[in-house]
T-cell receptor, first 113, second 110 residues
Framework: DVKVTQSSRYLVKRTGEKVFLECVQD?????MFWYRQDPGLGLRLIYFSYDVKMKEKGDIPEGYSVSREKKERFSLILESASTNQTSMYLCASRDRGSWTEAFFGQGTRLTVV | DAKTTQPPSMDCAEGRAANLPCNHS???????VYWYRQIHSQGPQYIIH???NNETNEMASLIITEDRKSSTLILPHATLRDTAVYYCTCSGGSNYKLTFGKGTLLTVNP
């Protein structure tokens, strides 16, 4: 079974802290994605990566950065967390070549206080 | 990447077919139509995808119009466990992005 694992299910951080959300996939997928999900707003794409060290902005990249140093790991970074970044964060991965489905992690519920 | 439009909510009686529509009028020729669903507090799960032919698997059927500007996901015999948010999205060709809208909240009633 394909597995996408997010490092934490729940996280509480203070305003101004630097926050790392980690995502690891075990299927050698080229594409990886970070989303945030808020009530009434659906799933919104923050950043995605189509290869190691490659990244592209999604629809709402402001306040976030990403890192992809190894193929299996895609990190989302909040340089200085703010309360409006309190949200559910979801990671996904997908094989590039065959246009098959994306696999999602279980999500990290981040609360910034 | 094609934008998708879905109704915000739908109801269905248990045991009946649920037909969920999606409009993707700006889809390009090499983009696939994908459907996912998200049950509360879980990550989204893939259901089905297609390019231009109708598709069926053990979970659902996908009907794509001939002009490919819209599609319908059919759950043939909805159960209470099918209550979820259903997302339609388009991706493929040179479009690596995978974006979702707000989806449709399907409520299956007993």
């Amino acid at each position: 079974d394909v597995k996408v694992t997010q490092s934490s299910r729940y996280l509480v951080k203070r305003t101004g802290e630097k926050v790392f959300l980690e995502c690891v996939q075990d299927m050698d997928h080229e594409n990886m994605f970070w989303y945030r999900q808020d009530p009434g707003l659906g799933l919104r794409l923050i950043y995605f990566s189509y290869d190691v060290k490659m990244k592209e902005k999604g629809d709402i990249p402001e306040g976030y950065s990403v890192s992809r140093e190894k193929k299996e790991r895609f990190s989302l970074i909040l340089e200085s967390a703010s309360t409006n970044q309190t949200s559910m964060y979801l990671c996904a991965s997908r094989d590039r070549g065959s246009w098959t489905e994306a696999f999602f992690g279980q999500g990290t519920r981040l609360t910034v206080v | 990447d094609a934008k998708t439009t879905q109704p915000p909510s739908m109801d269905c009686a248990e045991g009946r077919a649920a037909n969920l529509p999606c409009n993707h009028s700006t889809i390009s020729g090499n983009e696939y139509v994908y459907w996912y669903r998200q049950i509360h507090s879980q990550g989204p799960q893939y259901i089905i995808h297609g390019l231009k032919n109708n598709e069926t698997n053990e979970m659902a059927s996908l009907i794509i119009t001939e002009d490919r500007k819209s599609s319908t996901l059919i759950l043939p015999h909805a159960t209470l466990r099918d209550t979820a948010v259903y997302y339609c999205t388009c991706s493929g060709g040179s479009n690596y992005k995978l974006t979702f809208g707000k989806g449709t909240l399907l409520t299956v009633n007993p």
